[in-house]
């Protein structure tokens, strides 16, 4: 039962949009770090999560 619940999970369609909660802090150093790659925080985000799904 467990494997088909997941088998769903990865087959559903995905519309895309992820919030996170973090405290102001967090956010001002992901901003300030972004804006030194000069990426977007979306899009900088969206590559750190990418990274992380690589390992």
């Known amino acids: 039962m467990q494997w088909r619940r ?8 995905y519309g895309g949009n ?17 804006q030194k790659q000069g ?3 979306n899009r900088f985000r969206g590559s750190i999560l990418a ?4 390992r």
């Open 51 to 54: 990274a992380r799904g690589q």
């Open 18 to 34: 992820l919030r996170v909660r973090v405290s102001p802090a967090e956010h001002r150093r992901l901003v300030v770090e972004a």
């Open 6 to 13: 997941r088998a769903c999970t990865v087959l559903r369609a």
């Open 39 to 41: 990426a977007s925080l």
